[in-house]
């Protein structure tokens, strides 16, 4: 019969984002940008909160792996962790900031790296 989920047991989901975490964490080595081999992928890594700085978002998927990073567009503003990610159609202008990370556990992410 099998055991029904405890709290002191990690989901399967939280088991596939640590083990996801670790496999980001061997790529990106060097803090800020860590280009990848495949084309149009990078993955970002931070191991301190940052101050607000203004970026342009290009239409890409950003999957938010571990860490918390507040991004404001107009007046609203969103916190992305591991739970969601960030998709944009179009080019979009935004203050971010990244808030939660550490040494032991930066913020990590996937980057969508800007065209030549």
Request: a positive charge; one cysteine or more; aromatic letters at 4%.
């Amino acid at each position: 019969m099998p055991k029904p989920n405890s709290a002191a047991e990690p989901s399967r989901t939280a088991q596939l984002r640590a083990q996801l975490a670790r496999k980001v964490m061997l790529r990106a080595t060097v803090e800020g940008d860590n280009p990848t081999d495949i084309p149009g992928l990078s993955l970002y890594r931070r191991s301190e909160p940052t101050a607000c700085a203004s970026a342009a978002y290009q239409p890409s998927l950003v999957v938010f792996v571990q860490g918390q990073k507040r991004i404001n567009l107009g007046r609203t503003a969103y916190v992305c962790n591991e739970s969601n990610f960030l998709l944009t159609s179009v080019d979009l202008p935004v203050v971010s900031q990244v808030i939660a990370a550490t040494p032991e556990r930066p913020i990590l992410s996937s980057l969508p790296m800007r065209a030549a």
